[in-house]
T-cell receptor, first 115, second 112 residues
């Protein structure tokens, strides 16, 4: 148990719809990172939030957006869903900038299916 | 794009044998981490090795890092069926925003 919780665990959407995924960080962690993992692939970095500010973004279009709240929980929003957005979305929290200070603590993920 | 690449993509061994996975990367790193993922679940951190370290141990795990060859290896000794999972290396590039970037992983199957 990492203390990182994600919701919902599974969801099905149709192409063109919008989705919001939520993540509660482990207590004391001020950094949240979001990753997309397609079947059989490694996690792809979407973006990272540090103390409510975006701190780095991967190669994802602007329809992927995010927020971090004062309690350090976070949301990932995806607009105009495409079939290729079907994946496991992973949230990870850390104290400070993960690549500098150490490990990421992952939630169990949100499995998104786009039909 | 993915910074680290694991090799082999898949590994099948018998319980009790050792499992070795390798990771190669392209740019200078601040640290390298290994994670484990059971099917469809979240990733679990195993071990972190910094760029100025050459070897680290944690229980049955041994990680080496060769920065001159830009490569790392993860050795699991005396493997168990419960070690069946996918294993990923994640590199955090130096001089950048220190965001861990994952490879495609090695799928390990340990037969009882």
């Amino acid at each position: 148990e990492t203390g990182v919780t994600q919701s919902p665990t599974h969801l099905i959407k149709t192409r063109g719809q919008q989705v919001t995924l939520r993540c509660s960080s482990q207590s004391g962690h001020n950094t949240v990172s979001w990753y997309q993992q397609a079947l059989g692939q490694g996690p792809q970095f979407i973006f990272q939030y540090y103390r409510e500010e975006e701190n780095g973004r991967g190669n994802f279009p602007p329809r992927f957006s995010g927020l971090q709240f004062p309690n350090y929980s976070s949301e990932l929003n995806v607009n105009a869903l495409e079939l290729d957005d079907s994946a496991l979305y992973l949230c990870a929290s850390s104290h400070g900038l993960a690549g500098d200070v150490g490990e990421l603590f992952f939630g169990e993920g949100s499995r998104l299916t786009v039909l | 794009s993915q910074q680290g690449e694991e090799d082999p993509q898949a590994l099948s061994i018998q319980e009790g044998e050792n499992a070795t996975m390798n990771c190669s990367y392209k740019t200078s790193i601040n640290n390298l981490q290994w994670y484990r993922q059971n099917s469809g679940r979240g990733l679990v951190h195993l071990i972190l090795i910094r760029s100025n370290e050459r070897e680290k141990h944690s229980g049955r795990l041994r990680v080496t890092l060769d920065t001159s060859k830009k490569s790392s290896s993860l050795l699991i000794t005396a493997s168990r069926a419960a070690d069946t999972a996918s294993y990923f290396c994640a590199t955090a590039s130096s001089g950048g925003s220190y965001i861990p970037t994952f490879g495609r992983g090695t799928s390990l199957i340990v037969h009882p």
